[in-house]
């Protein structure tokens, strides 16, 4: 049966997953300054994700959004106002994030990842006053405090946890190149360098043969 309790231990497994995910992703993006051997299968890797890095990163906001959902509508897990700013930074991103990737408009990162790192920032903040109730300032609602953890997997997995495992997810995902990179890391351009045979494809002008004649 389908319940609050299952659904914590199966979105605290996709976070377990995710923070999998992000190791491997700081890996690849550190690829061109590992050792060749650690390295280049890095740079492989990192060429067939790439590509999909935005649709993987809206994958990550929706099924965070779909979770705070989740426990605030059917667990009925009253959000408080450090969740509320989380989701002001998370809801957003899976609709700015999902029309990109159909549009397949990279420059997404620009509006994306400030707002990935500012939910972030909230995110660690309300992880720490759980742990650390004393470091909490008196602004969050004494009817729904801050510090109230409605449950803690595998020891340590909150929902603030999980919020800051989607929006560093999302970060790093979005830090992967949308093109192919060569082997120093630099992203390649897709227009074609111009070589010694086309640099000067204009005929040079000889001189003019009425001018010839008329001297």
């Not at 060749?36 to 935005?54: C, H, K, T, Y």
């Not at 109230?148 to 929902?159: E, S």
Request: proline letters at 9%; a negative charge.
């Amino acid at each position: 049966m389908i319940n609050a309790d299952s659904m914590s231990l199966f979105f605290s497994l996709l976070a377990a997953l995710a923070d999998l995910g992000i190791v491997v992703g700081v890996l690849m993006l550190l690829a061109p300054r590992l050792p060749e051997g650690i390295g280049r299968p890095l740079l492989e890797l990192r060429a067939l994700v790439a590509p999909a890095s935005i649709w993987l990163a809206w994958l990550v906001a929706a099924v965070a959004t779909f979770g705070s959902l989740y426990f605030s509508e059917a667990a009925h897990f009253l959000p408080c106002k450090m969740c509320w700013f989380q989701r002001i930074g998370m809801y957003p991103l899976a609709l700015i994030l999902g029309i990109a990737a159909f549009r397949r408009d990279l420059g997404v990162r620009v509006y994306a990842v400030p707002l990935a790192v500012l939910g972030s920032i909230v995110s660690s903040y309300h992880y720490l006053i759980e742990w650390f109730p004393q470091f909490e300032s008196g602004s969050c609602d004494p009817t729904v405090p801050c510090t109230l953890i409605w449950f803690r997997r595998l020891g340590f997995m909150t929902l603030p946890y999980m919020a800051l495992t989607g929006f560093v997810s999302i970060v790093v995902l979005l830090a992967l190149p949308g093109r192919p990179r060569d082997d120093s890391g630099q992203e390649s351009s897709s227009r074609p360098i111009p070589t010694g045979e086309n640099l000067n494809d204009d005929p040079v002008p000889g001189p003019d043969p009425e001018h010839q004649l008329t001297r």
